[in-house]
Each structure stands twice: as C-alpha cells, then as structure tokens.
Nanobody, 112 residues
C-alpha cells in the first residue's frame, strides 16, 4: 500500500524559507515520478513541481520556478520541497502526490 506522509509546514514571514518532507513507502521510490501540489483556501488543487521518473530533474510551475527546489533522498525514502523567498500567495496546504494518491498535507502560511 502506498503511503505518503508530509511534514515541515508552518508559519513563516515573507521572504523566509521552509523545507517540506514527504516520507514514502509501499512502492519503488527511486524511479517514481512524484509531484508536489498545493491548495489554497477556496481554490482548487494547483500543481507546484515534479521530479522526473529516472533523471531526478525538477519541473516547476512558473509561479515557483527559481524559488522552490524538489529533490529526493532515496536512502531515507523521503521527497523534499525546499521553498525559498516565500510569498503570501504561497500560503496553502501542500501535498506530495504519486499518481492519484496524496498524503494528508501540511499547512504553509506566509504572513507577517
């Protein structure tokens, strides 16, 4: 059974940084394409970033490109999202996603 457990969210001031983690199990993590998505209050789910299936390259939405970095640490079975230069509009619940499966999410709030 695929399990995804996010952590690392919190309250941060504009311009600050956070690193989100997603602990994974139940599938071959090393060669799986995975996504980070987010959902702000009253809006739909928005794609943020993808780590590719074999090359581990990151693909990003324009709104986060240059500020966010997706990566994986296979030995720890963990997917990461490093978020720098955060903006109030980054406020959302962030989820890691494999196919149609998501975790429970972690709240990120960017506010002064």
């Amino acid at each position: 059974e695929v399990q995804l457990v996010e952590s690392g969210g919190g309250l941060v001031q504009p311009g600050g940084s956070l690193r989100l983690s997603c602990a994974v199990s139940g599938f071959t993590f090393s060669n799986a394409a995975m996504n980070w998505v987010r959902q702000a209050p009253g809006t739909g789910v928005e794609w943020v970033a993808t780590i590719t299936e074999h090359g581990n390259a990151g693909i990003y939405d324009d709104s986060v490109n240059g500020r966010f970095t997706i990566s994986r640490y296979v030995a720890k079975s963990t997917l990461y999202l490093q978020m720098n230069r955060l903006k109030p509009e980054d406020t959302a619940v962030y989820y890691c996603q494999l196919g149609r499966v998501r975790g429970q999410g972690t709240q990120v709030t960017v506010s002064s």
